[in-house]
């Protein structure tokens, strides 16, 4: 196990210097001068000559590439051309809150998806199948951008029942936080609980066809033991690589969600560093991303492990 955790982080770190090399040589290729953009109307020649020399920009780019790992490693992302004020500390400042919101998203899609995926494939042919293979569809044909804004005008002003808007951490209050985050969390996660639903029907449905599960049913076991402890335990594993991938993304993706409800988190980050054009902010948004979804991705590999003992971590099957 140990041998195959130390060639997937070896790998992993190939894999996040790669991505450095690429996302630090594209965000110099877009167009246009980075130090002109960082001077904004201070376009003289001895500002943008100054800023080339605090962004070592005046550098050759593999000088400026080891530079920017060599901090990186120290936890030092730079300082953003926008706010003058330091990548870790404002990514600090703004990933918690996308975490809390996309955490809580999981959770919604997982309840509502693998729920509805185990009572459309043990009531196959009936309505419950149906209406579940309908809310899914309707998950993922619905925009998230159309789905907020109707959950706004009917559950906060039309009936004034969730806040419209804001954030309060979990640490502070869970009764306030539960319900600012609740519509976004339903907003941001039900296109992941159609999915969710999808393939637990599909991974439930050949786990009910099996020889195990045929033994099972033929030593008596009831209904509820055989489909919770049998069946559905060796379809979580389609399932946790759903979401492991998953909950990268919405980190990352959450920003249309996090725009209707006036979020201060990870995704707004993002685009407002894209539209400033904040080089170093882009980079700091863009290795924090990278870096969670290859840590996700390491994590999913090693639960497969604990859900199904059938399976070892290096591959094999006992």
Not at 89 to 111: K, M, N, R, S
Not at 144 to 156: E, P, Q, R, T, Y
Not at 226 to 245: D, E, F, K, Q
Not at 303 to 312: A, H, N, Q, T, W
Request: avoid cysteine.
């Amino acid at each position: 196990m140990w041998r195959y955790v130390l060639r997937r982080l070896i790998e992993s770190a190939v894999t996040l210097v790669l991505v450095t090399i690429v996302v630090f040589i594209g965000v110099r290729a877009l167009p246009g001068d980075p130090a002109r953009a960082l001077a904004a109307e201070e376009s003289d020649p001895e500002t943008i000559a100054a800023i080339r020399a605090e962004y070592g920009l005046d550098q050759p780019i593999p000088v400026q590439y080891v530079r920017y790992v060599g901090k990186a490693v120290q936890g030092d992302l730079g300082t953003s051309a926008r706010t003058r004020l330091s990548v870790t500390e404002t990514i600090g400042h703004a990933l918690p809150v996308t975490l809390q919101l996309a955490t809580f998203a999981i959770v919604v899609a997982v309840l509502i998806g693998v729920g509805a995926g185990v009572v459309a494939a043990v009531r196959r042919r009936t309505a419950s199948e149906w209406v579940a293979n309908s809310v899914a569809l309707l998950g993922l044909s619905i925009p998230n951008f159309w789905f907020g804004l109707m959950a706004v005008l009917i559950f906060a002003v039309a009936y004034p029942i969730l806040p419209a808007s804001g954030f309060v951490s979990v640490f502070d209050n869970p009764v306030e936080s539960f319900r600012h985050l609740l519509m976004p969390a339903i907003v941001l996660g039900s296109g992941l609980a159609a999915v969710i639903m999808r393939q637990t029907r599909s991974a439930m449905l050949e786990a009910l066809s099996a020889d195990y599960v045929r033994t099972a049913r033929a030593k008596g076991l009831g209904g509820t033991q055989v489909v919770l402890g049998h069946a559905l335990r060796n379809s979580l594993i389609v399932v946790t690589t759903i979401v492991g991938l998953q909950l990268g993304l919405l980190i990352s993706g959450a920003v249309v969600t996090e725009q209707i409800f006036v979020l201060p988190g990870f995704g707004k980050l993002t685009i407002d560093a894209v539209f400033t054009r904040d080089y170093p902010m882009i980079q700091g948004v863009v290795l924090v991303t990278a870096t969670a979804y290859i840590g996700i991705n390491l994590l999913v590999d090693l639960l497969y492990s604990v859900i199904d003992p059938r399976i070892r971590v290096g591959g094999r099957v006992t």
